[in-house]
């Protein structure tokens, strides 16, 4: 079956991958720089990384077209995001033998 293509695709669809995609590029290069970091020192790095977005999603909300038929959800990829952030902060904070539940991600960015 032939994939229907939208008359006006939000430009901002592949916005989680782009975003995770820059999250890797500046979290790798801590790990380059010193092969002896522990895995807690990546980790926190990457919490650091996911807060170091907000601006970068508050450009993109900014820049959206308000009149598109499908507009990205902003507010559910800010809850995600945090999702995440919160469980690397708990698996962090917490003892190694503490077992943990997390809520499932949206992950559908689209409404």
Known sequence: MARMKHKHPSRWTSLVPLLFAWL????GPAQAQDP????????ARIVHELQALEPLIQKAE???IPEVRIRFRYDWLRRDLARVRAGLETHLEAAADEPRTFAPLRGDYRR
């Open 36 to 43: 002896t970091g522990s895995e807690a020192e990546m980790l």
């Open 62 to 64: 900014s820049a959206a």
């Open 24 to 27: 890797m590029l500046h979290a």
